[in-house]
């Protein structure tokens, strides 16, 4: 027997998650600390208006926690095609997207508080705040954060297209989806920059939004016989 309230929850908080995505992308757009050419200037401008920032870091983490709610109802659309694979898959996002939450939820707090020291003390001082502030990331390569959620939506798709539990075009969807997150992976931990921003504008603009609103209104249609 499975639950109607689980793909009904995970269908709203899907959508959600889709949207956010897009919000996500014109804040940093809007962000004047995202547009600096050093970490100094970027201290500084938090130190001046840190505002645009910390929502930024509010939006990254309130996504992460409902995407907590979207990865068992999307797993149960695909699970019984492999269950071994999507139940271990799904535990990677799970820690995935946690580790998302935490490190934005910390960095809410944070990040003011180092803005407002930085520009209060002496370069000494400024220079052990620059290298404390990269200890807020708890998976600096995003191996979990990008890595791990992107093999989970590869998993589910790659499943979905072999037996046709949604459409094919969505699936082959997905499956680009897993790739820029992949990406992103390679492009952290190789400095290759330039593949963290094609994968942030293709991904988090474009082809991320497509797929989770799309998973989102199928599970918001799909019930469930008891």
Partial sequence: MKNNSLTQLGGTC?????ISYIIIGITYALDPSQRVATIQEFWRSLANNSIPNVVLHWELALSGVFALAVIPA???????????????????AYFGFGVSALENFRSITLIPIWAKA???????YQTAIIATS????????????????????????????????????????????????????IGTFFDLYFLVLFSAILGGLILIPIWYISMGI????TTFSN
């Fill in 14 to 18: 899907s959508i959600f998650v889709g």
């Fill in 74 to 92: 999307i797993s149960s659309l695909v699970i019984s095609a492999n269950e071994g694979w999507v139940c271990w898959t799904s535990s990677l």
């Fill in 118 to 124: 930085y520009v209060n003390n002496d370069a000494a």
């Fill in 134 to 185: 990269k200890l807020t990331s708890y998976d600096p390569d995003a191996w979990l954060t990008s890595g791990g959620v992107g093999l989970w939506i590869l998993v589910v798709s790659l499943l979905a297209f072999r037996k046709s539990i949604f459409s094919k075009t969505l699936a082959l969807v997905g499956i680009a989806v897993a790739i820029l997150h992949w990406l992103v992976v």
């Fill in 218 to 221: 199928i599970l918001k249609r």
